[in-house]
């Protein structure tokens, strides 16, 4: 990362900052100092090169060597490489698994019957049949009669469906878009052979959330509850919890909470960080900082996610001087301040105009060991802008441009109106020129962004209101 020169930290003398926020110099952040910066993250150790005489025992997968799904030429090859004389290097499973991606349900069964009467020594195992129930799932159908076919032939040769199957087939017909059937085979698997595990339920009441309307994650908990006795655990009210409050809907959260304490469940402090962002995404501080009170009552210890979105949505919602205090106590309780914690924080206070207390906030945090990251510079870089330090943002950019970070869209496209606004076009197709190369934003959005500030400055031109 760029490092900001001397040149650029004199910004932080207040000749330079257009009303001045009085809170910025009345208070700063204390961060306990300390020899070696636990929260730096790791640099990423290269993976250790295994000698030439280390032994590796695994079978090597074989490319597909079937041109067509045609039955008989499957045949013919099977017998070529699994021939009684000269026995090919290849896989069984490998290769039957291979066909059964590229074949019907039905010749895929009659491979397999062939396979395993051709080669007496090979017994096909409960992954050779799960791959086929795979394939089962996505064949162009309407019904689960594919499904079914291979469930009875799993059954007849003595490897009865589990929950691994249950949820091999509840993924697949999801991921097609065939949630009503998967609903219908596990409410099969239930009563014929085992009930879903706790993966398979939570992963399509998840799966509901996203693609339906919440009603139908409830009827399906509803379903399993009166009908199997399944309940939903911790896990799956913090995954509705999680739902509703990105929909925005807190009330509907509060509820939910009641009925997890009720079902005997205690919220940890997952549950307490999900409400917390529902709460920020609505800019309500007030409510962050009573949700971050009921969880220390309760005995539930915040983690640093806790602290980093009630610093955020303290930021977010105007309240500046209270997400300083926390970054303080946030410290104090051993959980040190990272980029999102840091970049919150400087977004808050830009958002007051107070770019003097985001600079010294900046050299806080560089002096700390905590490396900013593009969304840090790029936040610096849109309030410089708005406080109208155009020059000072030009040497932020520069040293952007120098440690090659990236810039992200509202702060490229509030630097560029800025730029040309003032007259700077030629630095502002420079500005361009290095979003496009350093793949910052798509070709389309840093043209779109340049060519309609192009055109507001034009216009204005023609009024007399720019020069």
């Not at 007496?120 to 129930?133: C, I, V, Y």
């Not at 469906?161 to 698997?189: H, K, M, W, Y």
């Not at 076009?425 to 340049?450: I, M, N």
Request: aromatic share 8%.
């Amino acid at each position: 990362m760029g490092k900001i020169p001397p040149s650029f930290r004199s910004a932080i003398s207040t000749s330079l900052i257009r009303n001045p926020s009085s809170s910025s110099s009345s208070s700063s952040v204390t961060v306990a100092p300390v020899e070696k910066p636990a929260w730096r993250r790791p640099a990423k150790l290269k993976p250790s090169k295994k000698s030439s005489n280390t032994k590796v025992n695994h079978v090597v997968e074989q490319p597909s060597l079937f041109k067509s799904p045609n039955l008989s030429d499957a045949k013919a090859l099977f017998s070529s490489l699994f021939s009684s004389t000269k026995r090919a290097p290849v896989d069984p499973n490998s290769l039957l698994k291979s066909y059964f991606s590229i074949s019907t349900v039905q010749d895929s069964i009659a491979f397999l019957n062939y396979a395993t009467k051709s080669d007496p020594s090979f017994s096909p195992d409960r992954s050779t049949f799960h791959a086929l129930l795979l394939s089962s799932c996505k064949a162009d159908s309407a019904t689960l009669e594919p499904v079914h076919l291979v469930l009875n032939l799993m059954i007849n040769k003595g490897l009865p469906p589990n929950q691994v199957t249950v949820d091999i087939s509840v993924r697949a017909l999801c991921s097609l878009g065939r949630e009503d059937d998967a609903i219908e085979l596990i409410r099969e698997f239930a009563l014929k052979h085992s009930l879903p595990d706790t993966y398979t339920y939570n992963f399509m009441v998840k799966h509901l959330c996203k693609t339906r309307a919440l009603s139908s994650a409830y009827n399906f908990i509803d379903d399993m509850r009166n009908s199997f006795d399944v309940k939903p655990d911790l896990v799956t009210y913090t995954i509705l919890i999680d739902n509703v409050c990105n929909s925005k809907n807190l009330r509907e959260a509060t509820r939910l909470l009641d009925v997890l304490r009720d079902e005997g469940f205690k919220p940890d402090c997952f549950v307490y960080n999900t409400i917390m962002k529902g709460y920020c995404m609505l800019s309500r501080g007030g409510e962050v900082i009573a949700v971050y009170k009921k969880m220390k009552e309760e005995g539930v210890q915040p983690d640093l996610v806790t602290y980093n979105t009630l610093i955020f949505g303290l930021s977010k919602s105007g309240r500046v001087k209270d997400a300083r205090k926390y970054l303080d106590v946030m410290v104090e309780t051993g959980h040190f301040p990272d980029a999102a914690t840091y970049t919150s924080l400087m977004n808050g206070m830009c958002r007051e105009g107070d770019v003097k207390g985001a600079l010294w906030l900046f050299e806080d945090m560089e002096a700390k060991g905590c490396e900013p990251n593009s969304c840090t510079y790029s936040t610096l870089l849109h309030g410089l802008c708005k406080a109208r330090l155009l020059d000072k943002a030009m040497e932020l950019y520069t040293v952007m441009k120098k440690g090659e970070i990236k810039l992200e869209t509202g702060a490229y496209a509030t630097f560029i109106r800025y730029l040309c606004r003032s007259g700077k076009v030629a630095e502002a197709y420079d500005v361009f020129d290095y979003a496009v190369e350093s793949k910052s934003l798509s070709d389309v959005t840093a043209y779109s962004t340049l060519e309609g500030t192009l055109k507001w400055l034009k216009k204005a031109r023609e009024q007399g209101l720019a020069v």
